[in-house]
Each structure stands twice: as C-alpha cells, then as structure tokens.
C-alpha cells in the first residue's frame, strides 16, 4: 500500500540519462551571458568603459550620466540576448540569493509608446521591500526601507530572460543588510594592509587581491525519490532512515567512474556554468554514495563568492531538466559523509605573485614567511571568530561530530615547514650577525621552494591546512555563503598583518634596525606566540581534543555556543576597528543567526513529530495487525498450543507496541520542550535550549523508527529507504 514509495522507485529506475547537447570547445562560449570586459568594450562608450574599468580597480564613483550609458549599453547587450527582464541580484542574510524582476517594457500612462527602458538610476539602485528580510532588529530601531545598489566589481549576467545585476543591499541608515557588504569592506582593508607590507619587499606592488577557490560537494537523489521523502523535502536532510547495509566502506565510490544519469547532469551544469563565466574544472565521485564535488579555477573572492551563489542556485535548476535534486545539506544520511565546502585561500598582487607560494629567491620567500606567519598567528589569535563564522545547525553535523573535521580549529603546516619555523624561532634578538644572515638565507630561507616539492603530507582532518601555495579553510559548509567565513578570515589577517606592519617600523625607527633585521625579530616572537594553534597529528582522536583543551583551544561543537564569540567585546572591537561591520551590524547578524538556528532545530523537530507520527506509527500498526491475524488464526487452529507456535509474532507484535508507546511519549515531551523554549525571549537562551532540550530527542526518536523500519514488512514500509535514496544511480 505503500504507493508512493514503490511508484517513485519505479519512476526511478525507469529513467534514461536526458539528452544533451554539449560544446566542446568550452573556450568559445565561456563568459558568453556576462557583461564582461569584451562586451564592455562592444557596447559602451569609451568613457563609459572607463568608468566601470576605474569602479572595478580603483572603486572610484560613477556619476549619474555615465550610469544612464552604462545601462543603456547593458540594456541593448541583454536585448541582443533576447532577454526581456532585469533584476538586482542579492545575498540578503537568508542564506541564498534574492532577484525581483521587473521588464524593461514601459508605457506611457495611457498606453501608448511601447519602449524598452533601463536607465542609470534603475541600474545603480532598487527598493525592494525590506522589510521581509532578516535584519536582527536594525530595520526595527532605525528604518524600515532598504535598498539595493550596484556593486561593479561583479559583472552583470544574463539566466534565462533575465539580466542580473549583482548588488549590495543595505539599510536607509547605511547598515549592511547581506553579506556582500562586509565582505567587500574586508577584501578592500586587506588590500590595503597587505600591499603594505609587500612594500618592504617590492615597491611596484599597488594592489593585493584575496583570492578563492572553493570546492564544493553535494548528494544526487533522483527527484520521484525525494519528493517521497517529507523530511528531505523539508530540512535538506533525512531524519529518520536505517542505515544501508552497504554504505560507503567498501571506499568503492570515490574517484570511481562517474555513473551515466550524474555525468550527463555534469556536463550539462558545466556548461551553464561556462556560459555565467563560472570558471569550473574538476568534477568526481566523493566518499560517500551518490556524493559528488565540483571545483573551479580560483578567483578574487568577491566573484569566487558570487559565483557559488549562483552556482548552488543554477544546480538545483540544471538538476530539475535532469530529474535529479541536490542535496547541499551537510549531512543528508546518517552514517556515510557529510558534504564541506573546502575555501582555499591566497594572496596575489597586481605584479602576479602568489604571496603564499614559496619561490627562488631568499627575498621573496622572506615575503612569502611574513605572510605565511602572519596567517598563522591571525589564526591563533583569532580562532574562535573563525570557528563561530561557520557555525551552522547543518554544518553542526560535521564538526565536533566525528567527521571532517573537528570543532577545533588549528592549522596544519607540514613537517618541512615546521622545520623553517623552528630554525626562525632562534634567531638573535636584536640585529643579526652578517654570518648569520647568510646562514638564514642560504640555509633556512633560500632553501624553502625544494622544501614544498617534498611536502606530500596531507592531513586531512585538520581544519586548516596549508596545501603549497595556499591555504586550505576546510570547516565551511556545502551549503553556506562563503562570505561570512571570507569576511571572518581576510579580517582577522588583514588587522594582524597591520599590526606587523607597526612593529617592524617601530623597531626600524626607534631600534635603528636594518628592515631585514626587524621582520626576522618580529617574526620570531609570532612564531613563539602561535604555537597552540599549529598540529600535525589525527585532528579526530580523543587525545587532540584533550591536548587542545590544555592549550587553551576552543571546542564548540554547537552553533549557540560556537556563536557567542561573534559577540564579544573583541570581535566587536575588530570589526569596528578595521571598519567592516559597526557594532549594530556585528550584534544584528549574531541575533538573525541564533534565530535561524532555533528555526532549523524548530522545523526539523516539526517534521520528525508528524512524520513518526504519520507515517511511521499507521505503517506499524498495519503491520501489527497482520501479525495479530496471524496470531488468531493460529489459535483458531493450534488450541492451546498456539502460544509457542505463535511465539516469535507474539515478541514482534509487543516489540512494535514498545517502539509506538517511545514515539508518542518522545514526540509529546519534545512539543513540550518546544514550548519551553518559545517561551524564552532571548535569543541566546532560545537556541540553547532547542540545542539542548529539543534536539537530543532526535536521536531517540529516530531510533524507535529506525527499529521499526526493520521490523515491518518491507512491502508496508512507506518511506523510502538509505539503500534506495543512496544506490538509486
Ligand atoms: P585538492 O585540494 O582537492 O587536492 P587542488 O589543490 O587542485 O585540489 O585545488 C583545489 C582548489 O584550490 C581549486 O579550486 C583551485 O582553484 C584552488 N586554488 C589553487 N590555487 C589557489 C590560490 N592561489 N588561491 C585560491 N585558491 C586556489
Ligand atoms: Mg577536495
């Protein structure tokens, strides 16, 4: 009776790979439906161009007039295209993208003169109605109108009819509303720290540029599958469900080859990908069954962080023509992998170094130690910020819960480098002996490119890893904006490596010391400073977290307590100092992020109750019933004898009422538990108690239907089951 499951894995297993038209060539058509510089350059006026071009670089205004060219250029661009709409494409703080479209076809008020329009004032700036966004209370003390404005250093792109314009979004009063704004105030104070700095190596370096390059890793479930299943439909994630007999321990998945119905999918996201100048590369099977990843190219980080926005949005869209639905959730199935969203993160400036690839030169690799020692101590100093800055209820699945990887932050360097950091550790104090210098050049730092050819180590539990010429923030989660970790990171190293920058002249000036002198000097005391944070070892043994909880390292395994860093006096000071985000702004995002962790843990808890309730408890007792006939009729037959004949049905029909009478109870105190918690007005307390009062009934909960499921005819069961949803290719 249990139709929708069996007509999904029917649907299922019917289905053929979608035909698809593929462009080899993939040179020809990338960046094709982006206003870039080549269509720039078609269909601007040469100060108009100009104008963008210095926005871009130098993030100088645009005035009224040449906004008014710009958009018509744009406008005769996305015409061309056939598109018929515009809209301000943002990243207000739901967690996804917004876009209201609105057509360039205007009127007259009588109706008359059918025009296309799109002036500079409709490009540079929109209203859309605020107030049904997140604003964690400045919409409520200040005003209640946002608008959005256009933010240049993002080109515009054409998804189906429609031109986007990516925008920043931002209150009356000039609070950040998304997670652009302050992401871009940070990339532009680390620009300015880190050219800085690169100034005691080169003096033609103008700009440095952070850049990204995320990896990002998601579940296929065919689309009839999931949409017969109401938790995943819900939540993103299944919350019931036996585990498979075979999950992913035969490591057969991973790098495997690509199954047909996925690579089609694959193919043809790519090649939208290409079109929205998505620079995407590398495609393979993951761990777990049915788990993909997809990497790109890196790039600077405000468009690496546009273009995954746009990326998780444009695959669920491919994967509806291909009847599949992704998964972005952190930790879709109990029991095999979770998903992670790996940030590898550099610096490179407008001469084209890599400021954290080692290279030939003693010189340039000093450049590359300042920096490199200079993210370790951010790192150290600031650990907790980071950890809070991908705190989530999803990715709470993953850390602090056995998987890749821990709660803890630390940073893991490698054993040669190590090597490097010990031998700086003991250079003099004060200035260095000419001997001495050399022996550091020759020795130590000359000697570092050869170094890294040899460093073939690659932890991978540690949450933060230098892999070579980057590093490699792996905590963030397959489903989270990066902005919020990429604001987090380029922050905290952007104030530190001001803060080196005062030191050095400080010792050059007060010290008379010679510039090499005072890097080595302060370098040294970093190195002596940062050590808690630096580990080799198995990030998930017990032993790392006892030894981490010695050095003084945070351990939060929950988004509540995670969080309450983000609030601090001295996350607030930072931010304020630097001026990414005022303390409005800051205490905002840590209210709307505690509220949209009570919600997620509030919903999860909903959809458990009615699905235990609705779909588990009628399947069992239907069942139990049958056995029941069962049972009578053998007693209809066997007289007395039928209790030992019926034995077996007599234990399973008592074992089915013990697992009903554990949900219903479990079920009633969690809806009392909820109740508590609503009734908190804190949202502080509120989180908390859905962390700890409501959310460990899942597990309990859980297990009663899980033990069901394998109990009850499997003809009965509704739900469909891990084997089906993870082996279904
Ligand atoms: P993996 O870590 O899976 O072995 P790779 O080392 O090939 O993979 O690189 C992973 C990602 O790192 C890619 O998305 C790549 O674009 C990115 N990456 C490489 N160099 C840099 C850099 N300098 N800055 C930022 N990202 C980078
Ligand atoms: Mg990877």
Known sequence: MSTIRFQALREASN???????????????????????????????????????????????????LADYIAMGMKEWALSKGVTHYTHWFQPLTGTTAEKHDAFFETSYDGGDPVEKFGGAQLVQQEPDASSFPNGGIRNTFEARGYTAWDPTSPAFIYGTTLCIPTVFISYTGEALDNKIPLLRALAVMDEAATEVCRYFDKNVKKVTATLGWEQEYFLVDKALAHSRPDL?????????????????????YFGSIPTRALTYMRDLEQECMLLGIPVKTRHNEVAPNQFELAPIFEETNLAVDHNCLLMDIMQKVAERHDFKVLLHEKPFKGVNGSGKHNNWSLATDTGVNLLSPSKTPMSNLQFLTFFINTI????????????????????????ANEAPPAIISVFIGEQLTKVLAELESVTTGKLSPEEKTDLKLNVVGKIPEVILDNTDRNRTSPFAFTGNKFEFRAVGSSANCSNAMTTLNTIVAKQLRDFKVEVDALIDSKAMKKDDAIFNVLREYIKVSKDILFEGDGYSDAWEKEAKKRGLSNYKTTPEALKARASKRALDLFSELGIMNHVEVEARYEIELEEYTKKIQIESRVLGDISKNHVIPTAIRYQNTLIENVKGLKDIFG????????????????????????????????????????????????????????????????????????????????????ELLFTK
Not at 48 to 65: C, L, N, S, Y
Not at 239 to 252: I, N, R, V
Not at 377 to 400: F, M, P
Not at 660 to 672: D, L
Request: aromatic share 6%; with cysteine; charged share 30%.
């Open 233 to 253: 439909m819900m939540t993103g994630r299944t919350l019931l469900g036996h585990t498979s007999a075979k999950g992913q321990q035969l490591d057969d998945h």
């Open 377 to 400: 101590k951010a790192v150290n100093d600031y650990e907790e910020l980071l950890r809070a800055s991908i705190a989530t209820a999803s990715n709470d699945h993953r850390l602090g």
């Open 15 to 65: 289905r053929k790979a979608v035909h698809f038209e593929e462009t080899n060539r993939k040179s020809s058509i990338f960046g094709t439906n982006v206003f870039n510089e080549k269509a720039m350059k078609q269909y601007l006026t040469s100060d108009a161009f100009k104008a963008v071009q210095g926005a871009i670089e130098h993030g100088t205004k645009i005035d009224r007039k």
């Open 640 to 723: 007395n004898e039928f209790e030992s004949i019926a034995k077996e049905q007599i234990g399973l029909i008592k074992e089915i009422s013990t697992h009903i009478e554990g949900i219903n109870a479990k079920v009633e105190e969690m809806r009392n538990e909820r109740k508590n918690a609503n009734a908190l007005n804190n949202a502080q307390k509120t989180a908390e108690a859905y962390c700890n009062k409501v959310k460990p009934y899942f597990e309990i909960i859980r297990n009663h239907c899980d033990k069901l499921e394998l109990l009850v005819d499997n003809e009965l069961w509704t739900l469909t089951k891990y084997r």
